[in-house]
Structures are given as structure tokens and as C-alpha cells.
């Protein structure tokens, strides 16, 4: 059954290009509410924890060297639907294959430094929330 709530990350890449107030416009526009925000740096140790489902394939060791590269911004959203409506507002990881107007074909620069992290299931939005935000954070 969908949530109303998912997350997502502005990434390093986005950020540092200066991109995230516009991204985080776009989400809003897209009917997404954000009940928690914050600005942070993942050590390469967090960004090992958070990523760890991929620890065992072969860009797992760059994936978290590029997540600690710089800072990023954590988000919680809620909207209907909020996983799968915001899938569709982020685009496909590779920006050369999402749809135009989409956050990744507008601010993506490669399939490695893709804007944005999005959650890929109800549960994982929830984990993921947790992995940055406690009860007393949210909003909503």
C-alpha cells in the first residue's frame, strides 16, 4: 500500500552547482510538502551506513567517496503517492534517459552525479527518513 511520504537527498553534485534552491522550488510546485529539511555532510562511515544494500557491487567504494565529497541536503516529503509521484518528478538515473523537465534531465550531470536521490519503495522511504531525521524533526 503507498505512504504519503518518501525521501530524498540533493547531492553533492547539485548542491555544489548551486541547484538546490531550485530543485527544492520544483518539489514544491510538484504538490510535495516538506516536513523536514536540514543541511548536513555525510562522513564517508554514514555514507557507507546508508548505502550499505550496495556494499557488495562494484561502485559502492565510489559511491560513498562521492557522497562525502560535499554537502547535501536530506528531505522528507509528503504528497499522495509521494514515492512513486516523486520517481517521476526526479527522472531516470541516467539524466541522457529522463524525461525532459525533470530534475535530473535539468540539473543531472551523469549517471554517477545524477542531482538527487530518491527513494524506490514505501519502505525504504521510511528507513531512509530515519537515517537522518528523529520524530522530533518532523513537521508533519
Given amino acids: 500500500m503507498a505512504t504519503n511520504r518518501t525521501f530524498t537527498m540533493i547531492k553533492p553534485d547539485a548542491f555544489q552547482a548551486g541547484n538546490a534552491g531550485a530543485i527544492i522550488k520544483m518539489i514544491e510546485a510538484s504538490g510535495f510538502k516538506i516536513i523536514a529539511?536540514?543541511?548536513?555532510?555525510?562522513?564517508?562511515?554514514?555514507a557507507g551506513e546508508f548505502y550499505k544494500v550496495h556494499q557488495e557491487r562494484p561502485f559502492y567504494s565510489d559511491?560513498?567517496?562521492y557522497m562525502s565529497s560535499g554537502p547535501i541536503i536530506a528531505a522528507i516529503l509528503e504528497k499522495d503517492?509521494?514515492?512513486?509521484?516523486?520517481?517521476?518528478?526526479i527522472g531516470a538515473t541516467n539524466p541522457e534517459n529522463a524525461a525532459e523537465g525533470t530534475i535530473r534531465k535539468l540539473y543531472a550531470t551523469s549517471i554517477e552525479a545524477n542531482a538527487v536521490h530518491g527513494?524506490?519503495?514505501?519502505?525504504?522511504?521510511?528507513?531512509?527518513?530515519?537515517?537522518f531525521f528523529n520524530a522530533f524533526e518532523l513537521l508533519g
Avoid: M
Fill in 81 to 89: 503517492n509521494a514515492v512513486a509521484d516523486f520517481r517521476e518528478l
Fill in 37 to 46: 529539511l536540514k543541511a548536513t555532510r555525510l562522513s564517508k562511515e554514514l
Fill in 119 to 131: 527513494s524506490d519503495s514505501d519502505e525504504n522511504a521510511a528507513i531512509e527518513g530515519n537515517f
Fill in 63 to 65: 559511491l560513498c567517496q
